[in-house]
Nanobody, 125 residues
Framework: VQLQASGGGLVQAGGSLRLSCAGS????????MGWFRQAPGKEREFVAA????????LYADSVKGRFSISRDNAKKTVYLQMNSLKPEDTAVYYC???????????????????WGQGTLVTVSS
């Protein structure tokens, strides 16, 4: 299984970025997909998740109204559109996949099974 995240970079506060995560080695449209982030010196935290069909989307309170998760099952890719970025959004962003969407939000007894390598987002003030 490979999850290849891309799209990170340096952006000014108030700007936008779109992250992408391409999946291979899994039946992509059977899996929930999610985004997590880890800032320097902090624990990894949940950002957003989307069900296999795209019909259910979940967000951390800190990004609601600013970030939007979507997926294109034909392209085996999940996206995270990040708007109105703040310096506190600076982190390495990871995509993840699992059959069970609850693993993304911490409502399951285990984390997601599969992880990508991360892409760095830096928001300058």
């Amino acid at each position: 299984v490979q999850l290849q995240a891309s799209g990170g970079g340096l952006v000014q506060a108030g700007g936008s970025l779109r992250l992408s995560c391409a999946g291979s080695g899994i039946t992509f449209n059977n899996y929930a997909m999610g985004w997590f982030r880890q800032a320097p010196g902090k624990e990894r935290e949940f950002v957003a998740a989307i069900s296999w069909s795209g019909g259910s989307k979940l967000y951390a309170d800190s990004v609601k109204g600013r970030f939007s998760i979507s997926r294109d099952n034909a392209k085996k890719t999940v996206y995270l559109q990040m708007n109105s970025l703040k310096p506190e959004d600076t982190a390495v962003y990871y995509c993840a996949s699992d059959i069970v969407i609850a693993t993304m939000t911490g409502d399951a007894s285990r984390p997601p099974n599969y992880w990508g390598q991360g892409t760095l987002v830096t928001v300058s003030s």
